[in-house]
């Protein structure tokens, strides 16, 4: 099992920034590809970005290329999602999720395919 605990959200104005982290346990952190996802209101879970698990290949989503970036620190068994320039359709909860990749250094895109998920932590960006 691998437990994962979210923290960072809030409320930020349009054009703000924020930085989620996610804090893992219980299993080999780097062994997993790490990904944020998120889900608004009504609608389904989306992909955000993805890192795979040495670190070394990132993706993300195109509506957050270029505002996102996603990181890792492995010593720290930790996750970061790092968000600029907010957009008000940015609003949504935030989940960390990871993949288990012990042998590939690929990122994991799909929401199906993550194994474990955090609680989530709530972002809103007011206009």
């Known amino acids: 099992q691998v437990q994962l605990v979210e923290s960072g959200g809030g409320l930020v104005q349009a054009g703000g920034s924020l930085g989620l982290s996610c804090a893992a346990s219980g299993r080999t952190f780097s062994n997993y590809a790490m990904g944020w996802l998120r889900q608004a209101p009504g609608k389904a879970r989306q992909f955000v970005a993805g890192?795979?698990?040495?670190?070394?290949?990132?993706y993300y989503a195109d509506s957050v290329k270029g505002r996102f970036t996603i990181s890792r620190d492995n010593a720290k068994n930790s996750v970061y999602l790092q968000m600029n320039n907010l957009k008000p359709e940015d609003t949504a909860f935030y989940y960390c999720a990871a993949d288990y990749r012990l042998y590939s250094d690929t990122v994991t895109t799909a929401a199906r395919d993550f194994d474990y998920w955090g609680q989530g932590t709530q972002v809103t960006v007011s206009s």
């Open positions: 890192i795979s698990r040495s670190g070394g290949v990132t």
